[in-house]
């Protein structure tokens, strides 16, 4: 009995079906109570584990896209956005956008929560199955700048092909050099029709020539963009200014 529990538990590890292993003796008593036929028992069994494989992979997606974990619709009063937008987000909800490549810009002034919006927008997605990549544009045209220097640029862009969509959030909140402009163009010319950009500005279309230097470029970055498309416009009261006065009235 030993000897074929062993047997068996050792061509469950072959497999790498952990699950299975881990529950085979507790179901089949369950399979016995309950008179299950083998098949019943088997199907059970494989369930658990596509079940444990696709919460494990969940997890290492929302690991990959570096998503700020506190920023979902959990903590996202939906409540405060105008109507229309509150539409188009509920469109958004379901990930369709992702399998048309589309784009989605957020804009607004400082506190508006364009990040958090986007952000509860993406974790939702990527729970789903999708893959999605957050990072601030900062950070991630540096990234691509020493990427250059090592002539790593073309291999970098391409880890970007597995992801379903990239957030930049923040584009244009810091002046870049032309030489950061240039590898932010590079990124999303390469991602053009290929795969969804996500992105939350502070600056309006109209002052987007301070983020890429010269009208032309300007106008390429945004007709590509704008090509396939969905806006939102966060015009409101920042967050947390209402919330602070809030604050100051009750206290
Ligand atoms: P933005 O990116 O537009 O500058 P953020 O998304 O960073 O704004 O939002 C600023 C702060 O206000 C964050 O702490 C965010 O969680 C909060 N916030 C903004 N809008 C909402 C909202 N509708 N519900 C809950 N919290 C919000
Ligand atoms: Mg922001």
Redesign the pocket.
């Known amino acids: 009995m030993t000897s074929l529990k062993n047997q068996l538990e050792h061509n469950l590890k072959l497999l790498k079906l952990p699950t299975i292993k881990q529950l085979y003796t507790r179901v089949a008593e369950q399979a016995l109570s309950e008179s299950l036929t083998y098949e019943q028992y088997l199907l059970e069994l494989t369930n658990r584990e596509c079940e444990t494989r696709h919460n494990n992979t969940i997890q290492r997606y929302l690991r990959e896209s570096k998503l700020p974990t506190e920023?979902t619709f959990q903590?996202?009063?939906l409540s405060?956005l105008p109507l229309k937008t509150r539409q188009i987000v509920g469109a958004l909800r379901d990930g369709s956008f992702l399998s048309r490549n589309e784009n989605v810009l957020a804009f607004?002034n400082?506190?508006?929560?364009?990040?958090?919006?986007l952000c509860a927008v993406a974790e939702e997605l990527v729970s789903k199955g999708h893959k999605i990549f957050f990072s601030p544009c900062s950070a991630l045209v540096q990234n691509l700048l020493r990427a250059k220097q090592d002539l790593r640029l073309p291999r970098v862009l391409k880890t970007y092909d597995k992801f379903d969509a990239i957030l930049l959030d923040d584009i244009g909140y810091v002046q870049q050099s032309r030489q950061e402009m240039e590898v932010l163009f590079e990124l999303l010319a390469n991602r053009y029709e290929r795969g969804s950009v996500m992105i939350?500005s502070n600056l309006p279309f109209s002052k987007w020539e301070s983020v890429f230097k010269d009208p032309m470029t300007t106008a390429a970055v945004i007709d590509r963009l704008v090509h396939h498309c969905v806006i939102l416009e966060?015009n409101m009261k920042s967050?947390?200014q209402e919330a602070a006065k809030k604050r100051i009235t009750e206290s």
């Open positions: 920023k903590t996202f009063d405060r607004g400082p506190g508006t929560g364009k990040t958090h919006l939350t966060l967050y947390r």
